[in-house]
């Protein structure tokens, strides 16, 4: 099994950029495909990007396409999400999580489609 431990949040104005780490322990994260999603106050669990376990194939969410990029280092066990011209509404919590290259398909959009999970990241977005 792997561990996730997600950092790089925090508070930035809008039109900002941060950049969001997701640090893998346990079995090589080669292993596994990689998603973040994100939770704001009082709503569900949102998809926001996936990546394979190569790198090869990405997806995104319709609300930050063109402006978030997810990334992957296997060499050193870590998943990014870089998020620029950031919005009052990306406020939320951002998770990473995996699931085995070996279940079919690259990535799920739902949230029960991951097996792991990180304890998750406040972004918060001011206007």
């Known amino acids: 099994q792997v561990q996730l431990v997600e950092s790089g949040g925090g508070l930035v104005q809008a039109g900002g950029s941060l950049r969001l780490s997701c640090a893998a322990s346990g079995r090589a994260f080669s292993n596994y495909n990689m998603a973040w999603f994100r939770q704001g106050l009082g709503k569900e669990r949102e998809f926001v990007a996936a990546i394979s376990w190569s790198g090869g194939i990405t997806a995104y969410a319709d609300s930050v396409k063109g402006r978030f990029t997810i990334s992957r280092d296997n060499a050193k066990n870590t998943g990014f999400l870089q998020m620029n011209s950031l919005k009052p509404e990306d406020t939320a919590v951002y998770y990473c999580?995996?699931?085995?290259?070996?279940?079919?398909?690259?990535?799920?959009?739902?949230?029960?489609?991951?097996?792991?999970w990180g304890q998750g990241t406040q972004v918060t977005v001011s206007s």
């Open positions: 999580a995996a699931r085995s290259k070996y279940y079919s398909g690259a990535y799920s959009e739902m949230p029960r489609g991951y097996t792991y």
